[in-house]
């Protein structure tokens, strides 16, 4: 059962324009949301992420948009490079505390190759 | 700072096989994590660590899977009797205390059980 799914498997986009991917989860316990990307033979590296306090949070040409009620987050690319080329994987989070420390596991989404064409 | 450490980076094997998967995590983080990637499942949990100690090992597919952190600095993922449909590329990620916060991964092992 995918709590968080990536239903587009792959995206392609020419260089200059927005690339928009899609993630949406079940979990309403999820409380802190992911982007990560990856290039081939390489982990996967942070990218942005977003509490759910917020409904939207910006890092240059990364921003990441959050709807609760739909249980539904986004990654705008603006404008998007070859570079941006990768798997973007949306992971999401429910913490709990023990303690005083921090204890949580991400759930990942299956991930989309982006392709963005020179 | 190193990064993320895990070896060896690509391992092929027959099946039956014993097969150990090694990581060392960044210095000065607490928990440590072993993500497994296929094409069919994504990026799968096996199982998470907390101060060297198992909080959550549902994800682990099989009792032929074992995971081990015997101290801060190391640990181990085994599978015994390694079997085809293991195959994949098996990740470990660590992260420091505190709040949310993104997980560090390495670069993988990708495991190839003939």
């Known amino acids: 059962d995918q709590q968080v799914k990536q239903n587009s498997p792959s995206l392609s986009v020419q260089e200059g324009r927005i690339s928009i991917l899609n993630c949406d989860y079940t979990?309403?316990?999820?409380?802190?949301f992911l982007w990560y990307k990856k290039y081939p033979a390489e982990g996967p590296t942070f990218l942005i992420s977003i509490s759910s306090i917020k409904d939207k949070n910006e890092d240059g040409r990364f921003t990441v948009f959050l709807n609760k009620s739909a249980k539904h987050l986004s990654l705008h690319i603006v404008p998007s490079q070859p570079g941006d080329s990768a798997v973007y994987f949306c992971a999401a989070s429910g913490e709990r505390h023990e303690g005083g420390g921090s204890n949580y596991k991400l759930t990942f989404g299956k991930g989309t190759l982006l392709t963005v064409n020179p | 700072d190193a990064g993320v450490i895990q070896s060896p980076r690509h391992e092929v094997t027959e099946m039956g096989q014993e097969v150990t998967l090694r990581c060392k995590p960044i210095?000065?983080?607490?928990?440590l994590f072993w993500y497994r990637q296929t094409m069919m499942r994504g990026l799968e949990l096996l199982i998470y660590?907390?101060?060297?100690?198992?909080?959550?090992d549902s994800g682990m597919p099989e009792d032929r899977f074992s995971a081990k952190m015997p101290n801060a600095s190391f640990s181990t993922l085994k599978i015994q009797p390694s079997e085809p449909r293991d195959s994949a590329v098996y990740f470990c990620a660590s992260r420091r205390r505190g709040p949310s916060g993104e997980l560090f991964f390495g670069e993988g092992s990708r495991l190839t059980v003939l």
């Open positions: 979990n309403s316990m999820f409380d802190y």
């Open positions: 210095s000065g983080h607490n928990s």
């Open positions: 660590f907390n101060n060297n100690v198992p909080i959550d």
